[in-house]
Each structure stands twice: as C-alpha cells, then as structure tokens.
C-alpha cells in the first residue's frame, strides 16, 4: 500500500527556514513527479512546488519563489522542501503528493498523498 508521509515542520519566527521531508513507501518512487501543497484555514489548498521523476524539472509558485527549493532523492524515496525567509502568510499544513506529471495543478497530484505537517510562521 503506498503512503507518503511528511515530517519537518513545526514553529518557527518569520526569517527563519525549515526543511520539510516526504517518505514515501509502497510505490516505485522514480515513477512519479512529486508536489508540495499547503493549505491554511479557510483557504483552498493551493499549489507549492513541484519536482520531475528524476529532478530535471521544477515548478513554483510565484509566492514561494525564489525562498523555496524543491529537491528529491531516489535513492532514499525521499522529495524535500526547504523553505527560507518565511512569513506568517506561508502558515499552512504542507503536503506532499504523487502524480504522472510536472504539472502546477493539484489536480494533476491525484495519485497518492501524505497527511500533512503543520508550519506556523510567527511574527
């Protein structure tokens, strides 16, 4: 059964950075290009990052760009996110998703996703 689970997030004062990670299991991880969603309360979940199967290719979104980077290893069935130089607006649960391609949308992200990890960025 794939599962994906994510880990690393937590609170932490705005400027500051976190790294979150995205184990996944029971799936043939090169397979698949992997996203990282957030979703804050009240709002939609939208679109983070987004990495190709073997990490030729990356998509962000303008909010997250140029503080983030999407990274992955295959070897360790493992996509990470590092967030830099964050603000309370970039407080959400995370997720991380599978899909068939390098896309923007979620709903390209339909495969398989993790559960979430809270980031709370404070002022």
């Known amino acids: 059964q794939a599962q994906l689970l994510e880990s690393g997030g937590g609170l932490v004062q705005a400027g500051g950075s976190l790294r979150l990670s995205c184990a996944a299991s029971g799936l043939i991880f090169s397979n698949y290009a992997m996203g990282w969603f957030r979703q804050a309360p009240g709002k939609e979940r939208e679109f983070v990052a987004s990495i190709s199967r073997y990490g030729g290719g990356t998509y962000y979104s303008d909010s997250v760009k140029g503080r983030f980077t999407i990274s992955r290893d295959n070897e360790k069935n493992t996509v990470y996110l590092q967030m830099s130089s964050l603000t309370p607006e970039d407080t959400a649960v995370y997720s991380c998703?599978?899909?068939?391609?390098?896309?923007?949308?979620?709903?390209?992200?339909?495969?398989?996703w993790g559960q979430g990890t809270q980031v709370t960025v404070s002022s």
């Open positions: 998703a599978a899909g068939n391609l390098l896309s923007r949308k979620v709903a390209d992200f339909g495969l398989y």
